[in-house]
């Protein structure tokens, strides 16, 4: 019979496509993106953070945010957490009686929350518009409101919950921080380091940054050394590269190396952060997630281009489809052949 | 090859209690929409950062199209598998799909923060083919041009306009060849909407054959949809039931659940996350809810002589249809932000608000349906039914 | 001494002669009276206690020594003007030695010296200015051919209280300062503070110069409860260095919003923003400048106001041993009630009302659900029956393909 034979064709065509799904890991794998070599980013020390919020404070008239409010006060900018307008804020740790600063047990420990601006970030491989743009040259992930839809699949998305949307509005937009790169051509850079008073928050080529970290982790904890504050420069920095950037250059002071956590969180996360951090307190009771060196970027757009790429496969199932339904379609007005072989 | 059944329109009157009852329940949802547009997302909806998504998005469109499988499935089954038998369930399935997803579209725009930028996921300067949303928008928007050409035989014969529906006929086999293929590819991508999202999403939920979950259960979902739609239709409209289709149908739907379970445990296995279903935890316990409802279908309609009887296969669809919302809502809100070591501290229960504008999207379902049943040829005739 | 109500003293005899006294109003006598508990830090109604304790008890004796100092201590007594302090040292205390003031030299000093402290045994109050050479037995610092260690010894056998008046005396302050030559140790003379010459704890009063209110304040409260006031671990008064500085400064504000001055001269420098920046030490050093501003200088008047970074010079380790531009650590690093938690709870969960309609939904589906499934069955069953009758034995036909 005529339906057995066409029944194994239609298995064959309809399995293809459920049988691409189970095969994502072939030919177009796509590899965890890399840092650009001229990735700007942050280095946040915990140990060196006096939890002033003069970069939460900062960040806020950077960016044209307003306060806050959480309390019943009305009268401070208080923010819970990072909001649609809220970019950059100080978080912090705490434990039982809270006596020591940077201990776990009975202590306290500052962290800041603002992009980190992934090597490989989810919320660019998630935004159907590309109003999340990764730049190519300074791996700032940027945010274009003119292109954006409002999915907010960006904020599903990031592991670290940085994009926020502005849910009060009628045409709210997703916030999150840029690195300041709207100050760049003026010669500031990101607020949050320019004002910071103990250099915790330090603004920088991320390859300098992780330099400057991994130099910290060597020292022993209570040893003085130099801190730079500000702007790290690199470490032979040309004259015309440096007076790109305003304001002092050598702002370094003397201070403690704290007691450090032997890891540099950002390094290899989702294949690293162009933002990197240092703490006393274990990373994740300090908010921040276990993250494999393996993006989540990666394993999705390798399942999406694996099943789509050069829309090859779609193509030949369709072709299989089409040739089995022109076969089994019958016009209505033939009706009356309808049950004949 | 396929026998056609005439359809017919079945008549009567157009006001009743169900029709008033959606007509208000719209109503609702209108004034709530209204609210939403002038005063945005926050005014309406318990949306925060921790829960981009509610439920707009995971009932309106992930399980709003997932319903609205019927269509896809029984379309597949009959001209795919070259099951001509089944083709009287075609066209009220279809119909059923045509409204879940053109809902499931317009219901996006609800929830889009900034709905006039719309278009730029089709621009190719803005587009971003990396993105799973980008395949999904596209191909649930393809498909809803396909359905649209797929019924529209039913208005060419309602009007009368033969020629023109001659001529459609001709090239139908092509739509229906893409009605078959674009649900496949934004069904199992409504699954990997979930793989971006990495470590947020608990490891009961996150993984790499989601696609594929999610592929096999709307497609058993798909005919789950069929026998219930069929049931109430037939109870509503005091109509015979086309057992002698919907048995078989439902052999077809549990073979595809059974495949589905495999892979389901299979993978689970494999990534060794089957751990996470004995934690003592809200996600474990929907977990089991989920997989209850996955296994119910088994129970009640394992036995040839349960699937006679049309209250077992009533309840077999409806524990289907569950299983998906349960598999589905797991994923995206149960399941969400509690992956590993990972918990920022949001809460999120829908709104009132919130829930009616659902509720007022699922009404206009039904509005359509028994206005477009009761006046157009979709329902296969009633003669024809109680023939066999 | 039970009197809680200061008014009712004004017309009190003993008041109105101690007035006289100090050459003040009545009322600007109860004022200051009143500025002395409050300094101190003392509850409502002990200012009645105070000024009838000033005003009717017998002055102590005070002997007061010079060490290793700038007298800049004394100096800060000096322009005092509260009342002024020719009134203080006279009426409020008898200041029977005291190398600055007196005008008497030689061995009629020396004499004034033991005849007080005879005449006052076990009463009197030791003030010790300046820091005390240790090295080489003591030979830096001499005075009618004692060391200063013979003579702080001597002077403090018979005292009723000891007080290290500056922070050279408190525990070595700027002589002790180690200088920056390869392998050393100590300061070239080595040296120290009271206590550590005593071998015991002494009331320390540092500063440089101190508040001369903290003094006063320290003396008034020996004199109106016979003890003195209690005090940290280094021996300051509580009630004038249980803050830092920075609590209470009023560039604070500036600090918190994150506005400093990076440079001085800049332009936040001339807005009047946070010194935190230019190695301002108020974060790390307790003392009450930021409270009742510095000295008797006059209104808003203290380094942090006048825009030079404290130095913190009330607090060992800190002052004239950090440099003045390096960067103080903070020391009230404390919960700050604004910050956020690493998890905060947010987020609207489910309301009564939402659950309900969830619920009322929910229901009414499974409801309804439950009624086509009972009609159903129904139906199945009659016309299973129908069909059994009809068909007799012929009923397991199936439908099935």
């Known amino acids: ?341 | ?388 | 001494m039970n009197e809680q109500n200061l008014l009712a003293l004004e017309d009190d005899a003993r008041i109105v002669a101690a007035a006289d006294r100090l050459a003040m109003s009545r009322r600007e006598f109860l004022q200051f009276c009143t500025a002395l508990a409050a300094t101190l830090g003392l509850p409502q109604g002990a200012e009645a206690a105070v000024a009838e304790a000033v005003a009717a008890k017998k002055r102590p004796s005070v002997i007061w020594l010079h060490f290793q100092e700038c007298t800049g201590c004394t100096e800060s007594m000096l322009r005092a003007e509260h009342p002024t302090l020719e009134k203080l040292i006279l009426d409020v205390i008898s200041l029977d030695y005291h190398e600055t003031l007196f005008a008497a030299a030689g061995h009629q000093v020396e004499a004034a010296r033991k005849t007080a402290m005879a005449e006052n045994k076990g009463q009197y109050i030791l003030v010790v200015e300046g820091a005390i050479p240790t090295k080489d037995g003591g030979v830096y610092c001499k005075i009618g051919g004692k060391t200063a260690i013979e003579l702080v010894k001597e002077c403090a056998a018979d005292a009723a209280a000891v007080i290290a008046i500056g922070s050279c005396a408190s525990w070595g302050g700027m002589p002790s300062t180690i200088p920056s030559i390869p392998g050393a140790t100590s300061s070239p003379t080595g040296s120290s503070g009271v206590s550590q010459v005593l071998g015991k704890p002494v009331v320390t009063i540092p500063g440089c110069p101190p508040n001369p209110y903290n003094f006063l304040s320290t003396v008034v409260h020996f004199l109106t409860f016979g003890s003195l006031p209690a005090v940290d671990s280094q021996g300051r008064p509580k009630f004038a260095y249980s803050r830092l500085i920075h609590e209470n400064c009023e560039r604070r504000a500036h600090f918190d919003a994150g506005r400093f001055a990076m440079q001085f001269g800049d332009d936040g420098h001339r807005k009047g923003y946070c010194l935190y920046k230019l190695g301002c030490k108020g974060p790390e050093t307790y003392a009450n400048c930021s409270v009742i501003l510095f000295g008797d200088a006059g209104a808003g008047t203290w380094p942090v106001a006048c825009g030079h970074p404290c130095i913190g010079c009330t607090e060992q380790g800190v002052g004239f041993q950090k440099p003045i531009h390096s960067l103080a650590k903070l020391k009230n690093i404390e919960p700050s009630s604004f910050l956020p938690r690493i998890v905060e709870e947010k987020g609207v969960g489910a309301s009564l009302g939402a659950a309900a309609v969830l619920a009322a939904v929910a229901g009414a589906a499974a409801g309804a659900g439950a009624m086509v499934a009972k009609n159903l069955g129904l139906s199945h069953q009659a016309e299973e029956m129908e069909k059994a009758k009809r068909d007799g034995s012929k009923a397991n036909e199936s439908a099935e393909v």
């Open chain 2, 1 to 388: 090859m396929s026998a056609h059944h005439p359809a017919a329109p079945v008549g009567g009157k157009l006001l009743n209690t169900a029709t008033l009852v959606s007509g208000l329940l719209v109503a609702a949802m209108l004034a709530i929409l209204f609210v939403r547009f002038i005063f945005g997302l926050g005014a309406v909806t318990n949306l925060n950062d921790g829960y981009p998504w509610g439920i707009w998005v995971v009932f309106d469109v992930v399980i709003g199209s997932a319903f609205a499988c019927g269509g896809f499935s029984v379309a597949m089954l009959v001209y795919i598998f070259n099951r001509g038998e089944y083709h009287p369930l075609v066209r009220p399935a279809l119909l059923a799909s045509l409204f879940g997803y053109t809902l499931a579209g317009v219901g996006v725009i609800f929830d889009l923060g900034r709905w006039w930028n719309f278009w730029h996921i089709f621009w190719p300067g803005h587009a971003n083919p990396n993105s799973v949303m980008f395949e999904v928008a596209l191909c649930i928007s393809a498909y809803i041009l396909v359905m649209w050409i797929e019924f529209s035989p039913v208005f060419l014969e309602k009007w009368g306009l033969k020629a023109e529906k001659k001529k459609l006929e001709r090239v139908l086999f092509f739509f229906i060849a893409l009605g078959t293929l674009l649900p496949m590819m934004h069904q199992s991508s409504l699954g990997t909407l979930l793989v971006v999202m990495g470590p947020q999403v608990n490891p009961l939920w996150q993984t790499p054959v989601v696609p594929l979950l999610y592929l096999l259960s709307a497609i058993a979902i798909g005919y789950g949809v069929v026998l219930f739609e069929t049931c109430v239709a037939s109870s509503a409209y005091r109509r015979q039931i086309e057992m002698h289709l919907l048995q078989p149908m439902a052999r077809v739907m549990l073979g595809v659940l059974a495949v589905f379970v495999v892979v389901r445990f299979g993978d689970m296995i494999a990534r060794g996350a089957l751990g996470h279903a004995f934690a003592f935890s809200l996600e474990a316990l929907f977990f089991w809810l989920e997989t209850i409802c996955f296994l119910l279908p088994f129970a009640l309609a394992g036995r040839a002589a349960d699937r006679r009887n049309p209250a077992r296969l009533f309840l077999a669809g409806v524990a289907l249809m569950l299983a998906g919302v349960l598999l589905r809502v797991n994923g995206f809100l149960i399941g969400y932000d509690t992956g590993v070591g990972v918990d920022h501290g949001w809460n999120y229960f829908p709104s009132i608000a919130e829930m009616l504008v659902t509720m007022g999207m699922f009404a206009i379902e039904v509005l359509g349906y028994i206005v477009i049943t009761r006046r157009f040829p979709v329902l296969p005739r009633a003669e024809a039914s109680a023939a066999h």
């Open chain 1, 1 to 341: 019979m005529a339906t057995r034979r066409d029944f194994l064709k239609g298995c064959l065509a309809g399995g293809a496509a459920a049988a691409a799904a189970v095969v994502p890991e072939a030919a177009c794998a796509r590899d965890t993106l890399e840092r650009p070599a001229e990735a700007l980013g942050l280095l946040y020390d915990a140990t060196l953070c006096v939890g002033c919020q003069a970069c939460v404070a900062a960040c806020k008239r950077a960016n044209h945010n307003p306060a806050e409010f959480t309390t019943v006060d009305h009268l401070w900018d208080a923010p819970l957490d990072t909001s649609g307008h809220t970019f950059n804020l100080i978080k912090m740790y705490r434990h039982g009686t809270m006596e020591t600063k940077d201990a776990e047990e009975n202590g306290f420990a500052f962290m800041k929350t603002s992009c980190m601006h992934c090597a490989d970030p989810s919320c660019v491989s998630a935004c159907p518009v590309s109003a999340m743009r990764k730049d190519p040259e300074t791996g700032i992930v940027g945010y274009d409101p003119d292109a954006c839809i409002g999915c907010r699949y960006c904020v599903a998305a990031c592991p670290f919950g940085i994009p926020k949307y502005q849910y009060d509005s009628p045409t709210g937009q997703i916030g999150k921080c840029e690195l300041c790169r709207h100050r760049h051509q003026d010669g500031h850079y990101s607020a949050c380091a320019e004002v910071c008073p103990t250099g915790a928050t330090l603004f920088g080529r991320t390859d300098d940054l992780l330099a400057e970290a991994k130099r910290r982790l060597a020292l022993k904890p209570g040893e003085w050394t130099t801190m730079p504050r500000g702007r790290l420069p690199a470490k032979n920095e040309k004259p015309e590269d440096a007076a790109k950037w305003k304001g002092i250059v050598d702002q370094s002071y003397q201070a403690q190396v704290g007691n450090y956590q032997q890891h540099v969180y950002g390094e290899t996360e989702y294949g690293g952060t162009q933002v990197l951090k240092l703490s006393a307190v274990n990373f994740q009771k300090a908010g921040l997630p276990d993250l494999p060196p393996k993006s989540s970027a990666a394993t999705s757009e390798t399942i999406q281009h694996t099943l789509y790429g050069g829309l090859m496969m779609p193509i030949a199932v369709l072709a299989g489809l089409t040739w089995v339904a022109k076969r089994n379609v019958v016009p209505e007005d033939d009706d009356k052949k309808g049950g004949q072989p």
